[in-house]
């Protein structure tokens, strides 16, 4: 019905009108994007219409964006940090390629925080991106850029990368779809920083949608080969799934309470399960989950099992430059000469702090193994939890400094390896994004998709922006 150059054309539209309130795309390709687009239409006017393009380019002529932390080529990469400012992608990572032999057309790079590590989508090079329901408020990080782009109706599909929720927490802040997959499905090549030693097992890339339905699809097409070991074939009856919830995590003294619209939420859902379902949902208490943020904590900086330590932050953060003293760099910070941001600054701080307890670090690695085990007996091959994906709905800039640990929420599921759909539930009073995380056992991802498809023809998925 319409052309892909007018597909690309209207989007390349959405950005330029938003982009400059939000600043959410980073750098764009809008030329490049256009050209490929006209191949695209070249392509469907000399092909015969049995010619079985939709098996062969799947995604053909839909516009994407990708997190600035992955390769595009001829794109920055530098994950926001100043000393990689000049640093421009030769290639592709590996999920970028795929998607893009797929037919996907990239419009551009979309902002994260600095090194990709926290909730708030702000760096000394990017500066700082705002919610689209509310420019006084984050898009959470890292996937930040992300969240907000697709929120805003600039994309259909963003790549995004998640080691402690940084796809889930951004796809709640602004009312998209998220999926984690199980670990080691998707490829994590291509992307800066990326995971080593143990944290390879904890870093997940993953699709960012506005509609559930898209889900599936990008995954199949990021996957690849890996598609196999998930069961996205299967037929998933609904009924015969067992429920569980959870409404916190049993009051961690480092989190913040559950906002009581977001567990009102949980509770319609809950209810909307038992009535049209016919379903019973178990309420759970697993005692574990209170020490989420010390168990993620103890295992990211543990050895795998080859001894090798995880990479330290403060290496990273001296990449393509000096090596950087945290310390004098929070001096630095104070007076207004740091290129480093304060999250970032913080974090190299207290990644020396955890190498002074080995023994209670080893303790909490062991209390994760057994959350596992047990979270993995609970859920068997048939079950969906439900639990919040935030204590708190998208907060004003600046605030995750003084909750810090809130991410513990996405986290813990980032070291249990379980796949996780964050889907939205509609607006709260204040006309910010709802949402909650579907989570099931590994390899079970089919599980919550079915479920976030179920949850979004119930409660009405994405909800552009200031329509309240």
């Not at 080691?184 to 990326?194: K, L, R, S, T």
């Not at 178990?282 to 295992?299: E, G, N, P, T």
């Not at 935030?390 to 379980?418: D, E, Q, R, S």
Request: proline share 6%; glycine share 10%.
């Amino acid at each position: 019905q319409v052309t892909c150059v007018e597909v690309v054309e209207a989007y390349v539209g959405r950005i330029k009108e938003v982009n400059p309130l939000i600043n959410a795309v980073v750098k764009d390709r809008f030329e490049e994007a256009l050209q490929e687009a006209r191949q695209v239409d070249k392509l469907l006017s000399e092909v015969p219409a049995d010619d079985h393009l939709e098996e062969k380019f799947p995604l053909l002529g839909v516009p994407i964006t990708v997190k600035e932390a992955f390769s595009l080529h001829g794109m920055p990469n530098s994950s926001g940090l100043v000393n990689r400012r000049n640093v421009v992608a030769t290639s592709d990572a590996t999920v970028v390629s795929r998607l893009k032999q797929a037919g996907a057309i990239p419009l551009g790079v979309t902002n994260c925080s600095e090194l990709c590590m926290w909730y708030e989508s702000s760096n000394r090079l990017y500066g700082r991106t705002n919610n689209p329901y509310d420019l006084q408020r984050i898009v959470g990080g890292s996937s930040g850029g992300e969240g907000g782009v697709l929120a805003a109706a600039c994309s259909v599909i963003g790549v995004g990368s998640d080691i402690g929720g940084s796809i889930r927490m951004p796809a709640f802040f602004n009312g998209v779809f998220g999926h984690k997959p199980t670990t080691g499905v998707v490829p994590n090549d291509g992307q800066f920083p990326n995971a080593q030693g143990v944290r390879t097992t904890f870093l997940c890339t993953g699709p960012m949608c506005r509609y559930a339905e898209d889900l599936e699809p990008v995954l199949k097409v990021m996957a690849g080969p890996g598609v196999n070991k998930l069961k996205l074939h299967e037929k998933v009856s609904l009924e015969k799934i067992r429920f569980y919830c959870m409404d916190h995590d049993g009051g961690s003294v480092f989190v913040s309470p559950v906002d009581k619209e977001i567990l009102q939420a949980q509770r319609k859902v809950v209810e909307h399960l038992e009535s049209e379902l016919g379903v019973q949902v178990q309420r759970v208490a697993l005692h574990k989950m209170k020490y989420s943020f010390q168990i993620w904590s103890a295992m990211m900086s543990s050895a795998d099992i080859d001894g090798q330590e995880a990479q330290l932050f403060t290496d990273l953060l001296g990449d393509h430059g000096k090596p950087v003293w945290p310390l004098w760099e929070l001096m630095k910070w104070l007076v207004g000469m740091s290129s480093h941001t304060l999250p970032a600054i913080a974090l190299g701080l207290t990644e020396k702090l955890m190498k002074l307890n080995p023994g209670g670090n080893a303790k909490l690695v062991s209390m994760g193994k057994s959350l596992k085990e047990e979270m993995e007996a609970l859920l068997g091959p048939d079950g969906v939890l439900l639990y919040p994906s935030h204590p708190t709905i998208a907060p004003k800039h600046h605030y995750p400094i003084c909750m810090p640990f809130n991410f513990a929420y996405t986290a813990i599921f980032n070291v249990l390896g379980f796949p996780v759909t964050q889907c939205p539930l509609g607006l709260s009073s204040e006309g910010l994004p709802l949402g909650i995380q579907l989570v099931a056992a590994s390899y079970n991802d089919h599980l919550t998709l079915a479920v976030a498809r179920y949850l979004e023809k119930a409660f009405g998925g994405w909800v552009v922006p200031g329509k309240v």
